[in-house]
Each structure stands twice: as C-alpha cells, then as structure tokens.
C-alpha cells in the first residue's frame, strides 16, 4: 500500500475551508485583544482553534489514506473460515487520539466460522482499544501523582483530550493490569543485566509498606448505596457478570517491595506485590533472574532486618555473598533503647547512641554485644533493663548482618535508601488521602509506577505503539 499513501498537496486540497477558518479565528482573536494584555486575551481562542484544525486535518488525512488504499484493502477475502463472510453494512466508530476523537466508517463483516471481523479497524490499529498509545500513555503519567477526578481535568486542560474520571479510572487500571501481566510473563523487565553495572555488582533490597485497603464491609455497603441509586434513577446495572471481588479482611495490608541497583544507582529497578511472603519470594527470584544476579562479580542484599525477608533471601537468592542489615535501621533501634535509659531527646541519649553505633560501625557487632552486657549489669530490672536485652538480642540474631567494619573494608553499601526511596513512590499513589484500594488495582497502578520510576516508561510505550 505504499503507492496508495497521501501526499501533502492532496491533503491541503482537502484542508482549504478549514485552513481558510483557522487563519479566521486566528486573526479575530489577535484583533480582539486588548492593548497590553495581547497574548493574555488570545493565546486560548488560538489554542481551540488549533485543537480543532488539528482534529480535523488528523480526521480528513485518515479518510483520505482510507480511500486511497481502496476497499479491496478491507475485505475478509483470504481470511478462510467456515461458510461466506457476510456484509453487515457500514458502520461507524470513533476512537480517542491525542489529536482528538476521529470517526471511522467502516463495513463490518461476519461468518459463522470466525464471528465478527472489520478489516479496517485491524489496518487501522483500533481494532483492540478505544484509546490510542498516545493517550493512554498520557492518562497513567497524570494518574501516576493525582487521583483520577483531578487527572481527568489536567488531562483535557493540559492535552485537550476530553475523559471522564470514571473511564480514566478503568483506562488505567486496565494498562496497569496490561504491565503487571507483561512483566510476570518477562515480556518487560529491566533495561540492564550485572553487565551494565558499576564494578559488576548488583545490591538488592526488600521492605513491607501498608497501603489503604477497600474492607468487604466497605464493599458491600458501597454496592446497598449504588443498587439503591440505580433503582431511583430507573438503571440498568454495568456491573460485571460473575462473582464480585472480595474486600480485605482489614483496612490495611502489607504490600512487599523488591529493589536491585548498583552501586552508584545509575541502574534502578524496583517491582512489588501484595502477596503474601511466598508470593514476594517468587517475585523475588524472578526479577533477580532478569538482571543475572546469580552471574554478577559483587552481589548482596540490604535491608531492615525483618525475619520474613532474611527467609525468602536465604532461600530464593542463595548465592548473594552476603545479607546486610540497613544501617539506619540498627540506628533507629539503638535510638529507642536510648530514650528510655535516658530520656527522648536528651543529650545523654544522643552521647549513648553515638557511642552504640560508634562500636558497631568500627568495631563491629560483637563489640557493641559487649557494651550492652556491661550496662545490663548496671540496670539488672524494670523497663531499663528490658529495653537493654531487646536490644541485645536484636543485634545477637543478626550479627552476620552487621559486620560493618569488614563490610566497609570489602567496598559494601551499608544503607538501605534506595529501597526506602522506591517504597515511598511505587505506593505514593495508593495511599493519597482518603483513597481505598482493591487488591489487583493497586497492583496495577504499582506496575505502572515501577515502569516509570525504573526509568521504563518510554521503552515500554516505545513497544506499546510498535504492538
């Protein structure tokens, strides 16, 4: 079909009376303005009138393109099946570009053997989504920070493009549940092995974030209130057919993050699940396979400490050299013992941190074991005491965690604010105020976000628009 594209003078041809409107409105709005206010008073008539040249010259170069391939371009013939294929008449669609909503007619046809089929829609490329990539990409970069009434509206004052909240909300969703799937299935995954990496070598990370949930109570009185709605407004109902999802269990639920980059951070990739721990730990061994951890030079994990997340690296990533405990963490634990020995906020306090973590960073765990035992013989009961042994054996359990003299010898990071950082924004979005979420929706707004802060996004719009 390469003998039968348009040319630019057949498509001004077609243009002549709208081209003739835009320099019209273009020049009453200019002439409109008042001294001293000029582009104030006519940059937004300009604009419209620019949103609507450009819808139409979009919409009169597809028709154009359309009639110049010809109908024999559109017709099932050769597609096979069983029996003769069908004329069904011409029909007319419209479809949702990022330069505006064009309307396509086009014949329809059917057999018994295939079903339906418009040829057209496939050459097209509209054949499986009312959105095109363009503005699909749009809608989940706005959903990314702002919930789906206000990004409805930056959406069509931004981009002119005209969707309501509702439809946004499932447009996204949709391509959200579309990543989640292609990542699972390793169609999309990170854009760099061990190989890429500073050194060679791959640091991971894991941490546990609650995130706002929808509560089947929540759910079932939400459905009373809108089957009450409907029958005053004399409605059909839209729902699904089937088994609604089921609510959690409880307003909140962990959902698990996994991180790996290198160490200068110049590699970044981040993915998450709300599953439970067995669920984290095949995510886990997964995307650990994608980036060739098991082939890297240098390769550890840093993270808080949680029994959970030292059971599924022990077991889905053996060959790390190591598992370290997150610095601040330990900091945040000597920190609490320190307040009640001392007071919260109290110079003693502060001097009796510095001169905890002092031990541990330089001369390591054991140490600092050592300086515990020393004032649990001063306070031998009573919440002083108390806070002293759980600090102890706190450390106790994870000595080989908290090597940080040989760890620093050896060129390890010993902080964990990659990690930290990537649960911040991979859940940002799910816990904005007010905001409850289903399960598989969080998920998808959460693959969403690990494309674009994994610094994905375009590759996987890039392979969005080449589908």
Known sequence: MDDKG???EALVAELQGELRLLAERTAAAMNAAKAGRIIADSEEAV???????????????????????GQEAFSPSGQGGQGPWRNKGNQKTTHVTVNGVVQVRRTVYWSRGHGTCVPQDRWLGIDGQRYSPGVREMSCRLSLDAAFVPGSENLLR?????ISASALRDLVEREGRVAASAMARGAYGPNWTEADCTGRTVVSGADGVMVPRVTEQQKRKRRASESAKRKRQKRRSTARVGRPSVGSEGPYSEFKIATFYDPDKSHQYAVGTSGDCGAFGRLLRREAGKVRIDQAAHKYSVTDGAEWIA??????????????????????HVIAAGAVLYGEGTAKGQQWRERMMGCAWNQGP????????????????????????????????????TDYPRYRQLGYDCGSGPTESFCGTLTRRLKGRGMRWDGQHAESMMALASLYYSRLWPDYWAKQRAA
């Not at 931004?158 to 005209?162: D, M």
């Not at 599924?312 to 598992?323: D, V």
């Not at 515990?372 to 450390?395: M, T």
């Open 6 to 8: 348009i040319t630019a």
């Open 47 to 69: 604009r419209d009138a620019h949103a609507e040249f450009r819808q139409q010259a979009y919409q009169k170069a597809l028709d154009l393109l359309a009639k110049r391939a």
């Open 158 to 162: 931004t981009a002119q493009v005209q």
């Open 311 to 332: 059971r599924q690296y022990a077991g889905q990533l053996p060959m790390l050299e190591q598992n370290i405990l997150d610095y601040y963490h330990l900091r945040d």
């Open 366 to 401: 054991l140490v600092m074991l050592e300086q515990l035992g020393n004032f649990l013989r001063r306070h031998r009961s009573g919440a002083k005491a108390e806070a002293l042994r759980s600090l102890r054996a706190y450390v106790a359990k994870r000595v080989n965690m």
